[in-house]
């Protein structure tokens, strides 16, 4: 089991070093070749930050553990919501940002009916893949027309090169002094860390699940879920050590949709992905409650206050405990 354990979070830990890499090589590499910061914004960042999830989805779907990989994305999917939306919540509570949380939150809310619709219809395969990547295209489309709305609308009077240098300047993964050869690195380490951190993680995963005597699922929803949310834990945690809540939320979200449309429908073309029953009867139920959850605070825009934080703690507890 040790040997198991211990290659379950060595996957973990390359995956996530060799994401970030990976982001930010591309990132520099495509802002430097003259590709608008907003494409990447909307392309290289969002789909890089999703890697590790993807790689695990596509290893686990080719080596026929469908439970590994399904798991994962709705076990992430769940301690998004519980688990990063709620120790923040805890730590300083969560100021809601209108307009983008309540996009976010519609967006999400529709990629997890348009999921579980499409789990009842049988094993995921080509066609469900195709489907959910045509929403993502929807959602990538209203997201490019609406920050495009949104700049011109805040737009200074002020220099082109200027201009260009403060768009760049809004993602994080940019350095403007960093030597080609180290963007060439951070590729390498990234291309060559993502597929064995996968590899080390799948394996480590299903061991570890039968040494423990429970199914593939289980490894899936709990330890992958977490190990491949730890870095959106880990940056919900430093803006609320900050006081920088406002957006929290409304990444959260957007990742969850990302998750359901992104991950899964590629996941679904290395198919077909057989749905375990006991997702199908209560973890996909246990998803979309607690998106529904957050409704009445994105409705109404209330923030999130400490207590609710420990309450969703509090479930993510009980939710984790039944499943072992």
């Known amino acids: 089991m040790l040997a198991a354990l211990l290659m379950t979070l060595a996957g973990l830990a390359l995956l996530v070093l060799a994401g970030d890499a990976l982001v930010r090589g591309a990132v520099n590499l495509a802002l430097r070749a003259g590709v608008p910061a907003l494409l990447v914004s909307l392309t290289i960042v969002a789909f890089g930050t999703s890697a590790p999830e993807l790689l695990v989805v596509i290893k686990a779907a080719a080596e026929g553990y469908p439970g590994v990989a399904i798991g994962n994305i709705v076990g992430s999917n769940i301690a998004n919501i519980l688990l990063v939306v709620g120790v923040p919540a805890l730590i300083s509570g969560i100021v809601m940002d209108g307009e983008s949380a309540f996009r976010n939150y519609v967006f999400m809310m529709g990629a997890s009916i348009a999921f579980i619709a499409l789990a009842w219809l049988g094993p995921l395969d080509i066609p469900h ?8 295209g929807l959602m990538l489309f209203d997201a490019w027309r609406s920050a495009r709305r949104h700049r011109r609308a805040h737009k200074a009077a002020r220099a082109a090169q200027a201009a260009a240098a403060a768009e760049a300047g809004e993602i ?125 605070f994105i409705i109404l825009r209330l923030n999130i206050s400490r207590a609710v934080g420990a309450i969703m703690l509090a479930l993510y507890a009980l939710y984790v405990a039944q499943l072992v």
């Open 129 to 136: 893949g195709v489907v959910l990547l045509a929403l993502l």
């Open 172 to 296: 994080e993964e940019v350095d403007p002094g960093l030597p080609g050869w180290k963007i060439a690195l951070l590729l390498v380490i990234g291309i060559i860390g993502l597929p064995l951190g996968a590899d080390l993680l799948v394996k480590g995963a299903v061991d570890l699940a039968e040494d423990l005597g429970v199914s593939d699922t289980v490894i899936g929803l709990t330890v992958v879920a977490v190990g491949t949310s730890l870095p959106e834990l880990a940056t919900t945690v430093a803006a609320a050590l900050r006081r920088h809540t406002d957006v929290i939320l409304g990444n959260v979200l957007g990742s969850n949709a990302f998750n359901l449309l992104a991950i899964m429908g590629l996941g679904s073309l290395f198919g077909p992905l057989e749905m375990p029953r006991r997702v199908l009867d209560f973890d996909l139920w246990v998803m979309l409650g607690t998106a529904l959850l957050l409704a009445p």
